[in-house]
T-cell receptor, first 115, second 115 residues
Framework: GAGVSQSPSNKVTEKGKDVELRCDPISGHTALYWYRQSLGQGLEFLIYFQGNSAPDKSGLPSDRFSAERTGGSVSTLTIQRTQQEDSAVYLC?????????????FGPGTRLTVL | AQTVTQSQPEMSVQEAETVTLSCTYDTSENNYYLFWYKQPPSRQMILVIRQEAYKQQNATENRFSVNFQKAAKSFSLKISDSQLGDTAMYFCAFSSGGGADGLTFGKGTHLIIQP
């Protein structure tokens, strides 16, 4: 079946612009995760959704970052007033959400470059 | 907070050799889960193997096996009969279960398989 998909694959934007990154999880997966991968910080966990609910948003790097998930499926990560330090690969993962620990299946990521 | 340490930034071996990647972690939890993920240049993170901390038996998946030493908080990955397609970044990851905290990743080891 189809895996996790993310769009766009690459995004180049100017400092100060807003960007939206999209994640389409595997059909039927109720859990969804966002991570950021950068050279300096490695892989950082940003936020977790169970269904449409995100119980803890403290992993988001700043208040310029927000995420939502509607219909228990597609999720968007929005970065407002982008800064150069936001340049990174943003990875999304999904899991069935049925067990104590489910394997997370990752998408190919969105490479964001802020000029 | 948990930490994951991979002390080998890069390793290079000849095709068909056996290679071991190191990972140590720090946690005060008794039940948790450990993973090795592979990330080729395509950026797609692929699960290689997982281990539940309550299981004493080391996990094995074809050419991939782990040496899990719970007391030492060590979780190394052994790749037997290495192949050119094994060339990738390898990340060790920790989860306390439940999903809400996401995965905590190490900095990764770049493994190069030489022909």
């Amino acid at each position: 079946g189809a895996g996790v998909s993310q769009s766009p694959s690459n995004k180049v934007t100017e400092k100060g612009k807003d960007v939206e990154l999209r994640c389409d999880p595997i059909s039927g997966h109720t859990a969804l995760y966002w991570y950021r991968q950068s050279l300096g910080q490695g892989l950082e966990f940003l936020i977790y959704f169970q269904g449409n609910s995100a119980p803890d948003k403290s992993g988001l790097p700043s208040d310029r970052f927000s995420a939502e998930r509607t219909g228990g499926s597609v999720s968007t990560l929005t970065i407002q007033r982008t800064q150069q330090e936001d340049s990174a690969v943003y990875l999304c993962a999904s899991s069935p959400g049925t067990g104590t620990i489910d394997t997370q299946y990752f998408g190919p990521g969105t490479r964001l470059t802020v000029l | 907070a948990q930490t994951v340490t991979q002390s080998q930034p890069e390793m290079s071996v000849q095709e068909a050799e056996t290679v071991t990647l190191s990972c140590t972690y720090d946690t005060s939890e008794n039940n948790y889960y450990l993973f090795w993920y592979k990330q080729p240049p395509s950026r797609q993170m692929i699960l290689v193997i997982r281990q539940e901390a309550y299981k004493q038996q080391n996990a094995t998946e074809n050419r991939f096996s782990v040496n899990f030493q719970k007391a030492a908080k060590s979780f190394s990955l052994k790749i037997s009969d290495s192949q050119l397609g094994d060339t990738a970044m390898y990340f060790c990851a920790f989860s306390s279960g439940g999903g809400a905290d996401g995965l905590t990743f190490g900095k990764g080891t770049h493994l190069i398989i030489q022909p």
